[in-house]
């Protein structure tokens, strides 16, 4: 299997370790770097060619937004996850305008760091469940353009009806697929998310308002 490659990049040396460990307990990701401020980290990240670049808002140096604005005119590809304490949405919309690809609270790493990490890396949009419902302008850009997070339409549609409790036979009757189809396109949404069980699939379709939908 190959592993996600990682850089860290956060100035509290605790929190550093506590999310080289999260890192580390999962199988597919690997830590390749790590730095205490902005402008090491982008050193760490040119050097290391990171796959994801996980980042503190605060940091001295360079602040975060500035370290993912440089990431994204200099270093295309490279997908980049905010892991922060602040909760405030206009941070959140200004990351996620200035070339971030996910947020995620601090308090909230241990339960969604990891998938985050799977879902930006597989090219989708990741904002934190604890703050997603304030930010509906952020998530509805993602379902309106769900090219853009990483899914197909038909992969949209199948993974929101699963979420809601439809049998895989009810969503082939509607969507006119067989059932083969919609398991294919339910396990491509799913992995492509980084959703590994039913429970995660519904959480996330929660965070983002696919139960009023359809």
Do not use: C
Not at 16 to 33: C, H, K, N, Q, T
């Amino acid at each position: 299997m190959k592993r996600i490659r990682i850089v860290l990049a956060d100035d509290h040396p605790v929190v550093l370790a506590g999310v080289r460990a999260l890192i580390d307990a999962s199988p597919d990701m690997e830590v390749v770097g790590q730095a205490g401020d902005g402008k090491t980290a982008l050193d760490v990240i040119r050097r290391a060619t990171p796959d994801v670049a996980v980042i503190d808002v605060s940091m001295p140096g360079m602040t975060g937004l500035d370290l993912a604005g440089q990431i994204a005119t200099e270093l295309i590809g490279l997908k980049v996850l905010v892991l922060t304490a602040q909760e405030d949405r206009a941070y959140v919309r200004q990351l996620m305008q200035g070339g971030a690809h996910g947020y995620v609270l601090k308090r909230s790493a241990a339960d969604e760091l990891p998938r985050a990490v799977r879902v930006v890396h597989a090219g989708g949009i990741y904002i934190d469940p604890a703050i997603a419902g304030l930010m509906t302008d952020v998530a509805a850009g993602a379902d309106a353009a769900p090219a853009a997070a990483g899914l197909s339409e038909r992969e949209l549609e199948v993974l929101k009806r699963a979420a809601q409790g439809w049998t895989n036979r009810e969503t082939a009757e509607e969507l006119g697929l067989s059932i083969k189809t919609v398991e294919t396109y339910k396990a491509r949404a799913a992995e492509k998310l980084g959703l590994r069980t039913r429970a995660e699939i519904v959480r996330y379709a929660k965070a983002r308002g696919w139960f009023d939908q359809l």
